[in-house]
């Protein structure tokens, strides 16, 4: 072993992407649980993005020492767009109010509340806009949604951006609307602030170290569509000075969250763990071997039921065919 020291990122919550596994059981949770926890244990230092993910793996078995360091972003670049430019290339009046929302459309981010809220707000609101950057599954639900509630027309789809285009996007808008409750940090919260825009965010976790309500958003409580619209609302009704109040705050945050500070974090943190001792793993190398062999087991057992339920589909098909 070359005793080199290893900091490992927990940016990711594996277990809540055990659904694009086909027929994903409780035990695959479990299993992306602990392999995660594994992991880290291995390691000098652990980077966590948010108060809650530090405190959720701990909870969890993680005894290696853990730091709270959000990705950071670039807030100078994000502090200029074409905003109007933008607007006008999706046929969006100049003084409609845009509620926008930016990021991969994955089940996971919880799509069908934040459709079925601006569908609500939409539909009080009859000269309001709603703007989707970004692609994936959950895209054509969203889109059937908004279309259900009689507001399509005005719900538009820009689809994945370069950098530039996504800039302009968060410029475009009024309000970002964000309902996940898997993030572990919401980059693309702090991303719509660094741009000026207020948030309107569903209680989470991670996201709730971000967002202020009444100060630089609006933090909803409770996964419901009224709520969400009514905070969407309050926002569209917010006077001239206390809407400079919430981009100003909002600029603020994201200054806090930004690249420079999270990389001089970063940078300092790896100089102590480069100028500390390495603790004994020996034990925790022989427990993660074992725990390997056993995931890969229970892999194998997965893949050999997957394999013979599709050699049943497949014959099926084929007779069905020839009938």
């Known amino acids: 072993m070359r005793q080199t020291p290893l900091v490992f990122t927990y940016h990711t919550m594996y277990e809540l992407y055990t659904h694009y596994v086909p027929f994903g059981a409780e035990s695959l949770v479990e299993m992306a649980k602990r392999l995660s926890v594994g992991y880290a244990n291995l390691c000098d230092h652990v980077i966590a993005p948010s108060r809650y993910i530090a405190e959720l793996i701990a909870s969890r078995g993680v005894f290696t020492p853990t730091t709270v360091i959000p990705t950071g972003v670039d807030v100078a670049r994000y502090e200029r767009g074409d905003g109007t430019g933008f607007r006008r290339r999706l046929g969006i009046p100049e003084g409609a109010f845009v509620v926008g929302h930016v990021g991969r459309l994955a089940p996971e981010k919880n799509l069908g509340l934040l459709a079925e809220s601006v569908g609500v707000f939409m539909q009080r609101d009859r000269s309001a806009h709603f703007v989707v950057a970004g692609a994936g599954p959950s895209g054509p639900g969203m889109k059937e949604s908004l279309e259900s509630a009689g507001v399509g027309e005005r719900a538009h789809y820009a689809g994945q951006l370069d950098e530039p285009e996504v800039i302009s996007a968060y410029h475009a808008m009024n309000v970002f609307a964000f309902s996940s ?17 207020p948030v309107v965010a569903l209680d989470a976790p991670a996201v709730s170290e971000v967002v202020e309500d009444g100060v630089n958003g609006v933090v909803v409580r409770r996964a419901d569509a009224g709520e969400f619209a009514d905070a969407l609302a309050r926002v569209a009704q917010l006077p001239a000075e206390h809407r400079a109040a919430f981009i100003g705050a909002a600029r603020q945050t994201a200054r806090r969250c930004s690249v420079d500070v999270c990389a001089e974090k970063s940078l300092a943190l790896y100089l102590d763990v480069l100028c500390g001792a390495r603790c004994d793993i020996s034990q925790q190398i022989h427990e993660w071997s074992g725990f390997l062999k056993r995931v890969e087991e229970e892999w194998n057992l997965w893949a050999n039921r997957f394999s013979a339920l599709a050699g049943v589909v497949v014959r099926t098909g084929g007779e069905g065919g020839a009938r």
């Open 181 to 197: 409750q898997s993030e572990t940090q919401g980059i693309v919260v702090a991303e719509a602030m660094a741009a000026g825009v």
